[in-house]
């Protein structure tokens, strides 16, 4: 069973920061691309962050560039997002994504709102 499980959203002022985690079973996730995507209501899903299998190549939205950083573990099955200097506009919810050959597996997002 496929599981991708994200956890670490909640509310925040800007200037803050947030560490999401993707906590990934049931398929091999050493071999798999990883991406973080969000999402708000109105506007169109947006690629925030992308890793390859091995963590030795990241690429980031320009709109996070500098404040975001992607990484993973694969000896614990899991991606991370760290998000520093929050913004109002980075509200969203924000889904984990994973690729493995021609397969996708997506999360049932983790809400991140950035207010005072």
């Known amino acids: 069973q496929v599981q991708l499980v994200e956890s670490g959203g909640g509310l925040v002022q800007p200037g803050g920061s947030l560490r999401l985690s993707c906590a990934a079973s049931?398929?091999?996730?050493?071999?798999?691309?990883m991406r973080w995507y969000r999402q708000t209501p109105g506007k169109e899903r947006e690629l925030v962050a992308r890793i390859s299998t091995a963590g030795g190549s990241t690429n980031y939205a320009d709109s996070v560039k500098g404040r975001f950083t992607i990484s993973r573990d694969n000896a614990k099955n899991t991606v991370y997002l760290q998000m520093n200097s929050l913004k109002p506009e980075d509200t969203a919810v924000y889904y984990c994504?994973?690729?493995?050959?021609?397969?996708?597996?997506w999360g049932q997002g983790t809400q991140v709102t950035v207010s005072s």
């Open positions: 049931g398929f091999t996730f050493s071999s798999s691309v």
């Open positions: 994504n994973a690729q493995q050959w021609s397969r996708e597996y």
